[in-house]
């Protein structure tokens, strides 16, 4: 389902990934980790084609990152669920609202907005917040509604970018318990992370991110 073969990534001269290969299956969850500023989040963007490698290709599902032509990296991209680290909730909509609009903008009918809409806040136990704004939430409670945003065009790949960076411990828990249940339900789900104590609690795969390599 994803694949890197052979990738290198370069910034302004500074090798940011050397020969990178790694395979993720349909319905994996995976962790990569590292500490920050090593690389972890341009792999990321080299999944969901915001970037590109300079040498070797990137493979997710039939796109290919050496092939794949602009106008079909929106189609990619909406099959791609993203949890961000800050959430980018819009703080002037209210939660219902923050997942109907990721919605719109793919123009999804308005009758199936509001069904994905309320399945997506149910399944992360928020439905009856539904009216609040963004601000009227804890950290955690705006994590699960970026989580239920990013579940609502129903993808086959969810990737999270330090999804409990700014959590406590326990909210930072509910997150993880989330994530199991959405990858139990057939969902892939590839998380960023520059701590794996979380990795090993929940017995995953986890790459380590070590001298611009992945190791297994």
Known sequence: MIEFHNVHKVYDRWPILEDVSFRMD???FVFIAGPSGIGKSTLLRL?????????GY???DQFRS?????KEIPLLRRRIGMVFQDFKLLPDRNIFDNIA???RVTGTKPKEIKRRTLQALTSVGLNHKRKALPFELSGGEQQRVALARALANEPFLLLADEPTGNLDAE???DIYQLLNAV???GTAVLTITHDDGWAE???HRILHLRDRKLVE
Do not use: C, K, T, W
């Open 201 to 203: 609690r929940l017995h």
């Open 183 to 185: 990858n139990s339900r």
């Open 66 to 70: 050496d092939r794949i032509r602009r």
């Open 47 to 55: 999944i969901y084609m915001a970037d590109f490698p300079n040498e």
């Open 26 to 28: 349909r319905g994996e």
């Open 171 to 173: 909210a930072a828990a």
């Open 101 to 103: 609009f990721a919605l």
């Open 58 to 60: 990137v493979q997710v």
